[in-house]
């Protein structure tokens, strides 16, 4: 109970209003509680970060590893960062905060969203390749550009920068998903998600 509640921590305590952008968010864990998070911060009037993270493993070890994560990006607040050096500080941070090494690990997309401009700057440390659904039947996909962190001391991750247009949505989402939207028994596999994304294109968030 102690963990739920520490996890409910790590997320908005309401959806973010931001001129100009709209959120919608879902969460159900596989057991009471998880590693999975999500955060929005102001960086300025039109600038905004995103972060979203899946920690391996469930339960209490897994929802504690979040709150490691959530701390980190905390303390890069006001370093001007880019999402590549946030995601290079939080696998140095991870490694060098654990006596012993726990083999945990996380994947992490961190965007860097700029509204005037309508870019989005990000690096992906292995979610799922996230989706960017455009008008018509147009779909771009965000592939992992970096390997998870926790793990790997000399892990390198890259920036990426996308033009965004009105009514652009970005679909994010943990390898949870498959089992979600297909079941336990079912091999529901990342293409046929998108399928099924496609298929679902034209409902309202």
Same mark, same amino acid.
């Given at each position: 109970e102690i963990a739920g509640n520490l996890q409910e921590c790590l997320f908005p305590p309401v959806a973010p209003s931001i001129a100009g952008a709209a959120f919608s968010l879902r969460m159900k864990p596989a057991e009471k509680i998880s590693g999975d998070f999500f955060d929005v911060t102001m960086i300025?009037?039109?600038?905004?970060?995103?972060?979203?993270?899946?920690?391996? &493993?469930? /339960?209490?070890?897994?929802?504690?590893y979040s709150a490691m994560i959530k701390s980190a990006m905390t303390s890069l607040e006001g370093k001007n960062l880019s999402p590549a050096e946030s995601l290079s500080e939080i696998n140095r941070y991870l490694i060098h905060s654990q006596k012993v090494m726990s083999y945990s690990y996380a994947t992490i997309f961190v965007g860097f969203f700029d509204l005037e401009n309508r870019t989005m700057v990000y690096s992906n440390a292995g979610i799922p390749a996230p989706v960017i659904l455009r008008g018509g039947s147009e779909r771009f996909v965000l592939e992992a550009n970096g390997p998870f962190v926790g793990i790997f001391e000399d892990a390198s991750y890259a920036d990426e920068k996308i033009l965004l247009e009105r009514q652009d949505r970005l679909l994010l989402f943990?390898? &949870?998903?498959? %089992?979600?939207? &297909? /079941?336990?028994?079912?091999?529901? /596999?990342?293409?046929?998600?998108? %399928?099924?994304?496609d298929a679902c294109r034209s409902d309202t968030l």
């Open positions: 300025s009037e039109n600038k905004f970060r995103v972060i979203f993270s899946d920690v391996s &493993g469930h /339960g209490v070890p897994a929802a504690l943990t390898d &949870g998903v498959f %089992e979600a939207v &297909g /079941g336990k028994d079912i091999d529901f /596999g990342y293409n046929r998600l998108l %399928e099924f994304i």
